[in-house]
């Protein structure tokens, strides 16, 4: 089978863990790099044997590719995927789709009339934790989920930027939403709140350190993610389900299961980074697609972060629209 040749637009720390990945497969060759900064690009580009390139649009135009990762920060959204798209490549963009819902909602609308194949890396549903939570959620529903993102504030200076990153609630805490609507279910109205601390060593950061949004979910189920970015390391990241009988604690690494009779913990076996691209790269190689989160799923939990951070904004309830 020919290899299939991967363009990466952006060369930071996200696109250095899938090429942590991708340089184990056997039928994929790492073609090219791009960056705004260019001496990324080049040192990504000579360690891996690719050409480098100071502008997509350009790799686009000279590369011969058959598909596209799209690791860029949440500002750079937008006509990135537009110039793929018009490409016909299939791509696979790194969470959030955007820094606003609106171009999230313009790429979506492309992707579906184009037919594009897509994936996002909302890669905690590949965790083999998740799924056994799902098995275990078949039997006694989800009646109370609490999630939590308490961490430190990232280095990068747009992280701290509301027109650069959207938010903690919209750049990080977005893989709880995502997690929550896939074990809980659709979320039917949200209600956050958030309140942001000047601090010297921040002086630039002008986003909510602290937040929680309170979820109704269709089910019936109820719902409070919380978020921070005020400590100095990673607190908690991960997610609480409650239901008859049973607790549930979800971590990237591990999940707790209590049914009253102690609180065993199974550890994660499996890297899910490795399972996203995997699929994706098979869908892309024509065999039967088992990509878990398309284009148009991500945008559902773009829509619900979005909707908590315009409920946080202006004080009201947000009503989610049902699809």
């Not at 008859?244 to 990237?252: C, H, P």
Request: glycine share 6%; proline share 5%; aromatic share 8%.
């Amino acid at each position: 089978m020919k290899k299939i040749r991967i363009g990466f637009i952006g060369a930071g720390g996200i696109t250095r863990r899938h090429l942590g990945v991708l340089q184990h497969f056997k039928d994929i060759q790492i073609a090219a790099f791009s960056d705004v900064h260019f001496p990324a690009a080049q040192e990504l580009a000579q360690h891996h044997q690719a050409e480098a390139y100071p502008s997509h649009q350009e790799m686009l135009e000279k590369e011969n590719l058959d598909a596209v990762y799209i690791c860029v920060p949440p500002f750079a959204h937008g006509q990135v995927e537009w110039d793929v798209i018009a490409k016909k490549l299939p791509f696979f963009v790194e969470k959030p789709l955007a820094v606003d819902l609106q171009t999230a909602e313009n790429i979506a609308k492309q992707v579906a009339e184009s037919d594009t194949i897509t994936a996002v890396g909302y890669h905690w549903r590949y965790l083999d934790v998740v799924e056994r939570a799902q098995e275990m959620l078949r039997e006694r529903p989800a009646r109370l989920a609490l999630g939590y993102w308490l961490d430190a504030t990232p280095p990068p200076a747009w992280w701290h930027r509301r027109k650069q990153s959207g938010g903690q609630m919209v750049e990080q805490t977005t893989h709880i939403f995502d997690l929550v609507r896939h074990l809980v279910g659709e979320v039917t109205s949200v209600q956050a709140f958030g309140s942001h601390l000047q601090r010297n060593h921040f002086p630039d950061l002008d986003i909510e350190d602290v937040s929680v949004a309170n979820l109704s979910f269709a089910s019936g189920a109820v719902g409070t993610v919380a978020s921070t970015c005020l400590l100095n390391w990673s607190h908690r990241v991960g997610l609480h389900l409650f239901s008859e009988g049973m607790a549930l604690e979800i971590t990237d690494r591990e999940i707790m299961t209590d049914i009253g009779q102690g609180r065993p913990v199974t550890h994660s076996q499996i890297d899910p980074v490795v399972r996203e691209d995997r699929d994706f790269i098979n869908a892309v190689q024509g065999r039967e697609n088992h990509i878990r989160v398309p284009y148009a799923e991500a945008l559902q939990t773009h829509r619900l972060v979005c909707a908590a951070m315009e409920s946080l904004q202006n004080k009201q309830v947000v009503n989610m629209p049902m699809c």
